[in-house]
């Protein structure tokens, strides 16, 4: 059973009190207007009251509405007194409920609105009236002064109370500081309050007996009664020209985030290995940054936007290091290093109106100062990037990639937990493993098996030297005798097998050809442990064996289940891998892969070999490229015949 929330439950224990108190004092003050003479005045108070309370102006746009009904119930307090100010109060703030929508109208909150705003008012009216002593306009040279402050105090009781007991209640539920959330919410609207207060003292003038011919409250009310209509119609002329300039500049706007999504969509599919990346990560991000206790909105909508376009500046980046499955060299991961600082600057052209352009050069810094563009450390770094970086390593680590599949979750987790403090920000990471135990986080589909342990299929580059000797010359010397005789591709593939297989301690051997009619390799020679299907097709850029044929570079250690057929790589036990490209001339003529179960299996010595053997038989793989034909129109005739059939 869910744990009640200590907060609530004392902001309802709050909002029974100001209840029974505000009840307490608009049932009393009732019981004097009722027992004693009833004044035309409060009745037309009363009803100006409603009827301004009905006709309030809704901002469609925005949460907000306008009424000029305080400035009767003011005048209700200030002129007649204390018990018909708190009744018309408490008679506005249900005209407040019946403006609710219907889902949110409570019972407790239709008492709480009439409570409220019945204890600010009877509240202040009553220090007012005590202040002022049983004249409340005197002669004398300091009467306009003395009215002044007299007012001055009304109004902020009168404000103070009532806002006060609204923040309070929200402060208790949310468990924020009450003075907090009044700053925040109500201290902008307290010129509204000063204006109702001092329109009312015309009222409280111009009904003081100055030269002993007092005039009629009714007939002040005629006097009175084109001000707040004029401010009304002003006002409400005001927000319709306001309305409509939000209404276009709401389309402007989902114009502007078009276009961003649009330019985001543009790196997500030239950076191919992360499709729907960067949408997951805008979603994890603006959560993370809420639980965080992230409230401005002009970083919250910087965040969403660097979300998209925290990686734009790899459009810098050549797409055979963007998409290279494995380790980038250093001088490649400089390169890719360039996407930070260049992806600020095309989008500090831009001109957002919130801090965009920070997050997305920062967003590789490290908490420890070890980070790039610019060395950043600890708070210096923007909070919006702090949690970029975070979310976006996670996503990365559990989505699959052309070097490795994914992490499982819980590996994922414990490396952000091991880099905490020296990558990360300790709190970021805190509030994500908060959101990750609560199952809030959105995470990449999975496209094959994960690897338990992160550090467990390594890649490398540069494994140690194996030095070359006899046995290397005497396996190229049979692999000529072989080749010397007549075949085809299939042929040149065996002859390579069996001459170079224990050289290299590969377990399997895959020739590919490029066909293309469909710009794909396809298998012509699998030798030893399965990899792929005999009618397999890999389009040029997918897979190992894809991306070498489509950037005619070598590639040594990779994760070779990237190279299997999906329902090859959950059983198979091969894990690196050595591919290069044939080639004759400008024409290419395939791939040539070799795989091993063991890990950091090749090296540079194997590489050099495998490079060899590839430009010997490169001019007669490209030759063997027309024996795809035959195959085509086979596969095409049985196809056909099981459709007749």
Same mark, same amino acid.
């Given at each position: 059973?869910?744990?009640?929330?200590?907060?609530?439950?004392?902001?309802?224990?709050?909002?029974?009190?100001?209840?029974?108190?505000?009840?307490?004092?608009?049932?009393?003050?009732?019981?004097?207007?009722?027992?004693?003479?009833?004044?035309?005045?409060?009745?037309?108070?009363?009803?100006?009251?409603?009827?301004?309370?009905?006709?309030?102006?809704?901002?469609?746009?925005?949460?907000?509405?306008?009424?000029?009904?305080?400035?009767?119930?003011?005048?209700?307090?200030?002129?007649?007194?204390?018990?018909?100010?708190?009744?018309? %109060?408490?008679?506005?703030?249900?005209?407040?409920?019946?403006?609710?929508?219907?889902?949110?109208?409570?019972?407790?909150?239709?008492?709480?609105?009439?409570?409220?705003?019945?204890?600010?008012?009877?509240?202040?009216?009553?220090?007012?009236?005590?202040?002022?002593?049983?004249?409340?306009?005197?002669?004398?040279?300091?009467?306009?002064?003395?009215?002044?402050?007299?007012?001055?105090?009304?109004?902020?009781?009168?404000?103070?109370?009532?806002?006060?007991?609204?923040?309070?209640?929200?402060?208790?539920?949310?468990?924020?500081?009450?003075?907090?959330?009044?700053?925040?919410?109500?201290?902008?609207?307290?010129?509204?309050?000063?204006?109702?207060?001092?329109?009312?003292?015309?009222?409280?003038?111009?009904?003081?007996?100055?030269?002993?011919?007092?005039?009629?409250?009714?007939?002040?009310?005629?006097?009175?009664?084109?001000?707040?209509?004029?401010?009304?119609?002003?006002?409400?002329? %005001?927000?319709?020209?306001?309305?409509?300039?939000?209404?276009?500049?709401?389309?402007?706007?989902?114009?502007?985030?078009?276009?961003?999504?649009?330019?985001?969509?543009?790196?997500?599919?030239?950076?191919?290995?992360?499709?729907?990346?960067?949408?997951?990560?805008?979603?994890?991000?603006?959560?993370?940054?809420?639980?965080?206790?992230?409230?401005?909105?002009?970083?919250?909508?910087?965040?969403?936007?660097?979300?998209?376009?925290?990686?734009?500046?790899?459009?810098?980046?050549?797409?055979?290091?963007?998409?290279?499955?494995?380790?980038?060299?250093?001088?490649?991961?400089?390169?890719?290093?360039?996407?930070?600082?260049?992806?600020?600057?095309?989008?500090?052209?831009?001109?957002?109106?919130?801090?965009?352009?920070?997050?997305?050069?920062?967003?590789?810094?490290?908490?420890?100062?070890?980070?790039?563009?610019?060395?950043?450390?600890?708070?210096?770094?923007?909070?919006?990037?702090?949690?970029?970086?975070?979310?976006?390593?996670?996503?990365?680590?559990?989505?699959?990639?052309?070097?490795?599949?994914?992490?499982?979750?819980?590996?994922?987790?414990?490396?952000?937990?091991?880099?905490?403090?020296?990558?990360?920000?300790?709190?970021?990471?805190?509030?994500?493993?908060?959101?990750?135990?609560?199952?809030?986080?959105?995470?990449?589909?999975?496209?094959?098996?994960?690897?338990?342990?992160?550090?467990?299929?390594?890649?490398?580059?540069?494994?140690?030297?194996?030095?070359?000797?006899?046995?290397?010359?005497?396996?190229?010397?049979?692999?000529?005798?072989?080749?010397?005789?007549?075949?085809?591709?299939?042929?040149?593939?065996?002859?390579?097998?069996?001459?170079?297989?224990?050289?290299?301690?590969?377990?399997?051997?895959?020739?590919?050809?490029?066909?293309?009619?469909?710009?794909?390799?396809?298998?012509?020679?699998?030798?030893?442990?399965?990899?792929?299907?005999?009618?397999?097709?890999?389009?040029?850029?997918?897979?190992?064996?894809?991306?070498?044929?489509?950037?005619?570079?070598?590639?040594?250690?990779?994760?070779?289940?990237?190279?299997?057929?999906?329902?090859?790589?959950?059983?198979?036990?091969?894990?690196?891998?050595?591919?290069?490209?044939?080639?004759?001339?400008?024409?290419?003529?395939?791939?040539?892969?070799?795989?091993?179960?063991?890990?950091?299996?090749?090296?540079?010595?194997?590489?050099?070999?495998?490079?060899?053997?590839?430009?010997?038989?490169?001019?007669?793989?490209?030759?063997?490229?027309?024996?795809?034909?035959?195959?085509?129109?086979?596969?095409?005739?049985?196809?056909?015949?099981?459709?007749?059939?």
């Amino acid at each position: 059973m869910a744990e009640t929330n200590p907060g609530a439950k004392r902001a309802a224990q709050f909002v029974n009190a100001v209840i029974c108190a505000g009840v307490l004092i608009a049932g009393y003050s009732g019981w004097q207007i009722l027992t004693g003479p009833v004044s035309l005045a409060l009745i037309v108070l009363l009803a100006l009251t409603v009827i301004a309370g009905w006709l309030a102006i809704e901002v469609p746009a925005m949460e907000i509405s306008f009424s000029i009904s305080d400035t009767f119930s003011t005048a209700a307090a200030l002129v007649i007194g204390p018990a018909a100010g708190a009744v018309t %109060a408490a008679i506005d703030g249900l005209m407040l409920s019946f403006r609710m929508q219907k889902s949110t109208r409570t019972v407790q909150r239709v008492l709480f609105n009439l409570a409220a705003p019945a204890v600010g008012v009877w509240l202040a009216s009553q220090a007012f009236f005590a202040a002022a002593g049983p004249d409340v306009l005197i002669d004398g040279p300091f009467r306009v002064p003395r009215l002044f402050v007299l007012l001055t105090l009304f109004a902020v009781l009168n404000f103070g109370i009532s806002t006060g007991l609204v923040a309070a209640v929200v402060g208790l539920e949310s468990r924020k500081s009450p003075v907090t959330v009044w700053k925040e919410h109500f201290l902008g609207l307290w010129l509204t309050s000063l204006g109702a207060t001092f329109a009312s003292m015309l009222m409280l003038v111009l009904s003081h007996d100055w030269r002993g011919q007092p005039m009629q409250p009714l007939e002040v009310l005629l006097l009175i009664a084109p001000l707040p209509v004029i401010l009304y119609v002003t006002f409400r002329h %005001a927000v319709g020209r306001a309305q409509d300039q939000i209404e276009h500049l709401g389309g402007m706007n989902r114009v502007y985030v078009a276009t961003i999504e649009a330019l985001a969509q543009t790196i997500d599919a030239k950076d191919q290995v992360t499709h729907d990346h960067i949408r997951r990560v805008q979603e994890n991000s603006v959560r993370l940054a809420r639980e965080l206790g992230v409230t401005d909105e002009g970083e919250i909508q910087a965040l969403k936007a660097a979300s998209l376009l925290h990686d734009v500046g790899k459009i810098s980046v050549p797409e055979h290091i963007l998409n290279k499955p494995g380790r980038l060299t250093p001088s490649e991961l400089q390169i890719m290093r360039r996407h930070a600082p260049v992806g600020a600057d095309i989008l500090s052209v831009i001109g957002f109106p919130y801090p965009v352009v920070p997050i997305v050069r920062h967003h590789h810094e490290n908490w420890d100062g070890t980070g790039y563009p610019d060395g950043l450390a600890g708070e210096a770094i923007p909070i919006g990037a702090r949690i970029l970086m975070v979310v976006d390593c996670f996503d990365a680590l559990t989505s699959d990639r052309p070097y490795r599949p994914r992490f499982e979750t819980a590996a994922a987790l414990q490396l952000l937990a091991d880099r905490r403090g020296t990558m990360y920000d300790p709190k970021v990471v805190d509030a994500f493993l908060a959101l990750q135990a609560a199952g809030l986080n959105e995470e990449a589909p999975a496209t094959r098996a994960p690897v338990a342990d992160p550090h467990a299929t390594p890649v490398v580059e540069t494994p140690v030297e194996a030095d070359a000797g006899p046995r290397d010359l005497g396996a190229f010397y049979r692999l000529g005798r072989e080749l010397a005789m007549p075949g085809g591709a299939s042929e040149i593939g065996q002859a390579i097998w069996a001459s170079l297989r224990t050289e290299l301690g590969a377990a399997a051997c895959v020739l590919f050809v490029y066909d293309e009619s469909v710009d794909a390799l396809a298998p012509v020679f699998r030798g030893g442990a399965d990899v792929v299907a005999a009618d397999a097709r890999v389009v040029l850029g997918d897979r190992l064996s894809g991306w070498v044929a489509a950037t005619r570079t070598p590639i040594v250690n990779s994760d070779a289940r990237l190279d299997a057929d999906p329902d090859v790589r959950e059983v198979s036990a091969l894990q690196s891998a050595l591919a290069v490209p044939i080639a004759h001339g400008e024409h290419l003529g395939g791939v040539l892969a070799f795989y091993s179960d063991r890990q950091a299996a090749f090296t540079s010595t194997h590489q050099r070999m495998a490079e060899a053997v590839a430009l010997l038989v490169a001019e007669r793989v490209c030759a063997a490229r027309a024996e795809l034909a035959p195959v085509r129109s086979s596969l095409l005739r049985n196809s056909t015949a099981v459709s007749n059939g």
